[in-house]
């Protein structure tokens, strides 16, 4: 079992930046594949980033909307992932949910644990 719990979601201005933390229990975090989604209103659930380990060095993945502004990366000392969010727009206006899984990184199908969310709200 793994429990996820984002934290770092807050209001900004277009343009500003901000970081979310995803702590995760359990002992078994750097073998997980963690993923970023996000839900806006009225929209489904979409993957934002995800990071993969393999061949001994995490990969990552990110939707079109999130490259070259997001950045995915985790400390497995501290079993957290992380979502750097830049150049942040009002369509990044969303619920963020990191969660685990062992299979595809785009899936959220492929995930079996999931954050509670937090809440990302970005103005023009």
């Known amino acids: 079992q793994v429990q996820l719990v984002e934290s770092g979601g807050g209001s900004v201005q277009a343009g500003g930046s901000l970081r979310l933390s995803c702590a995760a229990s359990?002992?078994?975090?750097?073998?997980?594949?963690m993923g970023w989604f996000r839900q806006a209103p009225g929209k489904e659930r979409e993957f934002i980033a995800g990071i993969k380990r393999r061949l001994n060095r995490d990969s990552t993945d990110y939707a079109d909307s999130a490259r070259g502004r997001f950045i995915i990366f985790r400390d497995n000392a501290k079993n957290t992932v992380y979502l750097q969010m830049n150049s942040l727009k009002p369509e990044d206006t969303a619920i963020y949910y990191c969660?685990?899984?062992?299979?595809?990184?785009?899936?959220?199908?492929?995930?079996?644990?999931w954050g509670q969310g937090t809440q990302v709200t970005v103005s023009s």
């Open positions: 969660a685990a899984g062992l299979g595809l990184v785009r899936s959220a199908g492929s995930y079996d644990y």
């Open positions: 359990g002992r078994t975090f750097s073998s997980y594949t």
